[in-house]
């Protein structure tokens, strides 16, 4: 005998998910999924970082009174800021799969441009530096041209405006001649500080809008019904983002002057660093024309297919490397107090574009951040800083610097591999 039972209530319409409907996640979740990416190929900025930990561990146990004090680490973040500039502008071509070998001598070009009117014409500082600016826009949007509508190789064509724009130096101060930078807003781009109470409410407002935005965007993923963080996660990124940045600070605002004048303060190069890394990073992050960045490093073909116009990405993105350049010529000028044939050569742009390597911008194209620049940028500067407090000779400081470099492609090239092996590229 059958049994007869109750239907149950009708099965509800498919539907978008209620928050409800989707599992909270929790913190021991969010870590497996994170181990899961590494072993997948997905390292981003890990190994930098870990790179970054040892070698302040190990430089401030052989040198703890002298790395570790104040003025060394402001004089860490003064070495470091130009090349995190030109850096910046590199993740941009590097992300399309190119790479502008120009960058370093387009910011010695742009600053000499900029030192011909602020000092021997005695134009305002501020129509010079947008002059400066112009002239980096311009060289990047030449390079452009050439590789995105003609489709010269960008090595190619980087490499001929490298020995071009060399000339053009030379040309514009002279063989062995400088331009003096005697203006003080310029000078004091690298040579001041802030007062220490500016340096804490710039902290104060920029913990409290990260906050606020990761909180905003944790919640309303959580409301979407998309996976998120969980809230605890977010905090302790807060949190430990606050602890770090907040030490920062405290430390520069100590005295730190070895004579009799007093130097305390955070940086001004800081507030300069700070302000392009945010929006840059909203630009390739939060906006549709970033998302195309990506789309083209990671396919062409494809993306044009899907309608982007590929050349115009192309040109753009070599148009910031080399403002981006022009910037950092204001800065190594505003260092030297003056501009010679050597600003921006030598090895500037090896040093940039090991920087944005180590920091985990791939050099395949389609996988990179701004703030990868920002890591591998400190990553050279504490190299180079800790092995001459160390006394050790130029030659093992390249060599080192090399290996580093060596190291950190080798791992871009194994993540790659590792990735398309899981399906993960």
Known sequence: MSIQTEPTSAPSPAGPPRPDDVPQPTLGASARAYLTRVRGGDVGALPAVAGLIVLVIVFSALRPSTFTNAFNFANLIQQGAPIIVIAMGLVFVLL???????????????AAVMGVFLTNHGVNWLISTVICLLTGAVIGFLIG???ARLGIPSFVVTLAWFLGLQGVTLVIIGEGGTIAFRDKTILALMNSNMPVWLGWVLWVVLMGGYAALTLR????????????????????????????????????????????????????????????????TFLLTRTAWGRHVYAVGGNAEAARRAGIN?????????????????VAGILFASYDNSVSPTTGGSQTLLYAVGAAVIGGTSLFG????????????????????????????????????????????????????????????
């Open 96 to 110: 399309l799969g190119e790479i502008d070998l120009s960058a370093g001598v387009a910011a010695g070009t742009s």
């Open 145 to 147: 041209l050439l590789v």
């Open 217 to 280: 965007r944790s919640s309303s993923r959580a409301k979407a019904g998309l996976t998120h963080d969980p809230m605890a996660l977010a905090a302790f990124k807060i949190g430990a983002l606050a602890v770090i940045t907040g030490a920062a600070v405290a430390y520069l605002s100590k005295e730190r002057s070895p004579g009799t004048i007093s130097i305390k303060g955070v940086p001004i190069e800081v507030s300069i660093l700070v302000a392009l890394l945010i929006g840059l």
């Open 310 to 326: 590929v050349p115009a990405v192309r040109l753009v993105c070599f148009v910031i490397c080399s403002t981006l350049a022009a």
């Open 366 to 425: 389609g996988k990179g951040r701004i703030v990868d620049a920002v890591i591998g940028g400190f990553v050279i500067a504490i190299i180079a800083n800790g092995m001459a407090l160390l006394n050790q000779p130029s030659g093992r400081v390249y060599m080192v610097t090399g290996l580093v470099l060596l190291i950190a492609a080798s791992v871009d090239a194994i993540s790659r591999r590792r990735a398309t092996a899981t399906g993960r590229a």
